[in-house]
């Protein structure tokens, strides 16, 4: 039988003392120095796992003191993230400089966990099921990572490279994540069982650029990482090229939504898990398509 | 080394602590303050929720170390000993108790929400308190206690 077993009951190993930063230069030396210390931010993915004793880190390193991966700021037309920036500040401070991660943001966990989690730390995790890495996918933004050496710049569909496993070395930390500014409308839907609190069972983001003409959009918990629905994308874009719609944005014929809607849950890659079965999430990504599409547009529109 | 954290107003200093532990458990175990509760360990019920430099967390996600030098307030702290302040009064009048378990974390988040927001519509009330479960009530008497509270409070100025 599988009980789990609170940390007071059990005989715990020692830890060594946690790292406390309280500058990056110095949380960069440290982790360069002990790279079998884990970096903890927020908390809200590491402290459950550590409460049930399902990891036991020699030591912790404590990123919560780093002023410089607590803000963000604008440099011309990108966002530059920090890593510890909380969902509550995404969804509180995005307003029309990236709506769709906003949206997303204010879709996790509750007010308590927003108030905790980063983006840094949903990055990290590398989840098919982290809310904050589908606006991120359609907005093609970059995850900044620094060793005490070194620093690089990885676009955010090949930082993720399965479920929970992504390209960070061990004395690598995420500083920030490069998000370009929207430039159209962006929505983000997720699908599960409350209004709160819920892990999604699949979810989406569409994007669209009214200066480049472009149409983006990006799967959420439908496959092992976050993927685009390409081809979606390319019939969408062809409609409303054909139509004049970007001059002219008159209302979307039905059938073509539907098209669409059809395209982005053929390019999902579900599996029948607790949370949903394959056939469900194909169906709700295909309804996600196209509401989310037609609520950009009627906002392009506007 | 020592953990050295102010909680409800007053230094606490801790001789020794586990490294993995958690804020909850630094509460509950060693400084004798029961109110944030211990229930599921993983963010998921609210029961722990306690103010982290003014901003409402899971104390059971809170490495106790990510308090050192930070100031936490617990619901032991919102009002004098033998005396409850307006959100803990409106939950007792309401009904909004039944076992009591899950109160602590609702009037936190409460507290939280009502000083961010002074006259929430339902919506809001509702958004804020998802991160609180309770077993008990079946949460309508919970929100008439946010509204009483609120209306207290409005009238307070
Ligand atoms: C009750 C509950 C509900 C939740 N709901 C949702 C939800 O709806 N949607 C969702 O997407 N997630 C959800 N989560 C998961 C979690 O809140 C998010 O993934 C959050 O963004 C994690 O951030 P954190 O700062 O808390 O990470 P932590 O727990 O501190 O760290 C997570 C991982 O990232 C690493 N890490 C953190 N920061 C860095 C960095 N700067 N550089 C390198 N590595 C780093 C850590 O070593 C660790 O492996 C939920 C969690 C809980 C407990
Ligand atoms: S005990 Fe902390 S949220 Fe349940
Ligand atoms: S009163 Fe019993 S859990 Fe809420």
Known sequence: ?302 | MKLILTVNGEIHEVESIWEGESLMHVLRERLALPGAKNACEQGECGSCSVMLDEVLVCSCLVLARQAQERSVVTVEGLAPPDDVGVVQQAFIETGAVQCGFCTPGFIMATEDLLRRSPAPDDAEIREALAGNLCRCTGYEKILDAVRLASARLGAMG
Request: aromatic share 4%; proline share 7%; glycine share 10%.
């Open chain 1, 1 to 302: 039988m599988v009980r789990r077993q609170g940390p007071r009951r059990r005989i715990l190993p020692l830890l060594e003392a946690t790292l406390q930063p309280r500058d990056l230069a110095d949380a960069l030396a440290a982790r360069g120095a002990h790279p079998t210390a884990l970096p903890l931010a927020g908390g809200t993915d590491l402290m459950v796992e550590i409460n049930f004793d399902r990891r036991r880190p020699e030591r912790i390193l404590d990123l919560s003191r780093i002023a410089e991966l607590a803000g963000w700021d604008r440099e011309g037309d990108e966002l530059v993230i920090g890593a510890g920036v909380t969902h509550a500040r995404l969804e509180g401070e995005m307003g029309g400089l990236a709506p769709g991660l906003g949206m997303a943001a204010r879709t996790i966990g509750s007010p308590q966990i927003r108030n905790r989690g980063t983006i840094g730390g949903n990055i990290a995790t590398s989840s098919p099921a982290g809310d904050a890495l589908p606006p991120l996918v359609a907005a093609g933004a970059r995850v900044e990572l620094a060793s005490a050496t070194a620093s690089r710049s990885v676009p955010i569909s090949e930082f993720c490279t399965g479920p929970k496993r992504n390209v960070m070395a061990p004395d690598e930390l995420i500083t920030a994540v490069r998000v370009p500014v929207a430039q159209g409308p962006q929505q983000f839907a997720k699908v599960g069982p409350r209004n709160a609190m819920v892990i999604a069972v699949c979810s989406l983001s569409v994007h669209l650029d009214a200066v480049a003409r472009t149409v983006r959009t990006a799967i959420g918990s439908a496959a092992p990482t976050i993927v685009r629905a390409t081809e979606a994308e390319a019939f969408m874009e062809g409609v409303l090229d054909e139509r004049g719609a970007w001059e002219r944005p008159g209302p979307l014929p039905a059938s073509a939504l539907a098209r669409f809607g059809e395209l982005v849950a053929a390019a999902a890659r579900p599996i029948d898990d607790v949370r949903g079965s394959a056939a469900y999430r194909r169906h709700a990504l295909a309804v996600l398509g196209r509401r989310t599409l037609s609520w950009c547009w009627q906002e392009h529109r506007a």
